[in-house]
């Protein structure tokens, strides 16, 4: 089945540091639609990223990710931590086909000053 | 931005107890999910909901949940009998369309606690 690996369980980092969160998934559909979602502290969890398209960098609030299809993997970048940054992070995998949205474990972010 | 409303946010029910967790979805919205969420674990689908009906769910949703949206107000998801697996945050979510073109709202969960 559909499934969504999230390698990093915590990630700390220095205020200005760049930021990568790993996200690889496995699916049988050759067009999956990819997201990362942001629940900050005592908040819903919201759309930060999505994409559709391979090998096409997709951009939102600072962030960005590229689907790459060849490798399963749709990495979550960002040049420049900040301290606001700090939240939990889900990569989300869909078929298109269905409504169903499959998580992963989800990255806590912590940046410090 | 549109908002999902879950009441309340905490609910303590005794096992074998009947309990509704509520949602006040996005007011146009027309597709309505249930995630389940154990503590440490992933969000998890359990079923979504649209034009009255239940469209599609998971393993997860067993035979004691049921969902319903009555007269166009509160999407509720009922457990009877709750167990003590159930023990869960819930979160409600809604969207316009599909997840493949709109975004899917998420509300702040409902942490479900059977004793």
């Known amino acids: 089945g559909d499934s969504v690996t999230q390698t990093e369980g915590l990630v700390t980092l220095t205020e200005g540091l760049p930021v990568m969160l790993n996200c690889t998934y496995q699916?049988?559909?050759?067009?999956?639609?990819l997201f990362w979602y942001v629940q900050h502290l005592n908040e819903s969890p919201r759309l930060l990223l999505k994409s559709f398209t391979d090998n096409k960098r997709t951009e939102h609030q600072g962030f960005h990710a590229t689907l790459h299809k060849s490798s399963s993997s749709f990495h979550l970048q960002k040049s420049s931590a900040q301290l606001s940054d700090s939240a939990l992070y889900y990569c989300a995998l869909s078929e298109g086909s269905n409504n169903r949205i499959f998580f992963g474990d989800g990255t806590q972010l912590v940046v410090k000053p | 931005g549109p908002k999902v409303l879950q009441i309340p946010s905490h609910q303590i029910i005794d096992m074998g107890q009947m309990v509704t967790l509520n949602c006040d979805p996005v007011s146009n919205h027309l597709y309505f999910y249930w995630y389940k969420q154990i503590l440490g674990q992933q969000m998890e689908f359990l079923v979504n909901f649209y034009n009255g009906k239940v469209m599609e769910k998971s393993k997860l949703f067993k035979d004691q949940f049921s969902v319903e949206r009555p007269d166009g107000s509160y999407f509720t998801l009922k457990i009877q009998p709750t167990a003590l697996e159930d023990s869960a945050v819930y979160f409600c979510a809604s969207s316009l369309g599909g997840v493949a073109n709109t975004e899917v709202f998420f509300g702040k969960g409902t942490r479900l606690t059977v004793v």
């Open positions: 699916t049988i559909y050759s067009n999956p639609f």
